[in-house]
């Protein structure tokens, strides 16, 4: 892989594990997120990691209207974009989101609306240019939604059926998408939060990650062992599903 990789959401500890993994001689890193210019600590991450040149864009998620014009920026002023690792979200407050509505709309705003929209303007752009590659973020929590985080997981649920329907509307074209599927995540996002079983740390979920789009595959979950779990969690009867913790 070469050229340009975007990472949509700069901050994010995974997507900048992901990226510091794809550093190669002669590639860029954009970092795009709010407050582009508070990026100096993941620029520095980023050039250890042995990037030459690192660049950062203003990106906030939910201003929908601002999508296609920064990927045309990018595009222009770094050239083609070879991988866009889709790496924004937010966890929410699930407590909060129960009463209060404007709350559970945002949650789902930026975990599944906004990715809805960026994800249809990488694809037309990565289509013009005729080749890349987009990694998408799924979660566990929405292969089958828990009671206790509803707001997020059903998010969740929406983006995955999404970005497997757009991989499927891709396949066989110069286009890929890796749709990544990872159970609990420990670090900044969860901070506070007891860990879930078979729970994993940002660089598991990178290596996985980086080691699927090096072998051409559409989706990982991480680590491996949820996948068979969660086939036996469907079959759970709801009565037990309700009462399980996040």
Do not use: C
């Amino acid at each position: 892989m070469s050229g340009t990789v975007l990472v949509l959401g700069g901050r994010s500890e995974i997507g900048l594990a992901v990226a510091q993994r794809l550093v190669e001689p002669g590639r860029t890193v954009v970092l795009a997120a709010r407050r582009s210019d508070d990026l100096g600590e993941q620029e520095a991450l980023l050039r250890k990691a042995g990037a030459e040149s690192v660049a950062r864009v203003e990106f906030d998620a939910d201003d929908l209207a601002r999508h296609r014009p920064v990927l045309d920026e990018v595009v222009a002023q770094h050239g083609p974009i070879d991988v866009v690792v889709v790496a924004f979200g937010i966890l929410g407050d699930q407590q909060r989101a129960e009463n209060d509505a404007a709350h559970a709309a945002a949650v789902v705003h930026t975990d599944y609306l906004a990715h809805v929209h960026v994800l249809t303007e990488i694809a037309n752009v990565l289509r013009a240019q005729g080749h890349g590659t987009i990694v998408v973020f799924s979660s566990v929590a929405g292969i089958r939604v828990r009671r206790a985080n509803y707001v997020y997981g059903s998010a969740k649920a929406g983006l995955d059926g999404f970005a497997s329907g757009l991989a499927d509307a891709l396949h066989g074209g110069p286009v890929r998408l890796l749709l990544v599927r990872p159970g609990f995540v420990i670090g900044r996002m969860t901070e506070g939060m007891s860990p879930a079983p078979f729970s994993s740390t940002p660089d598991q979920v990178a290596d996985a990650t980086v080691a699927a789009l090096r072998r051409g595959r559409g989706e990982v979950w991480v680590p491996a062992v949820l996948r068979p779990a969660f086939f036996l969690m469907r079959l759970l009867p709801r009565a037990v599903w309700r009462r399980l913790p996040r």
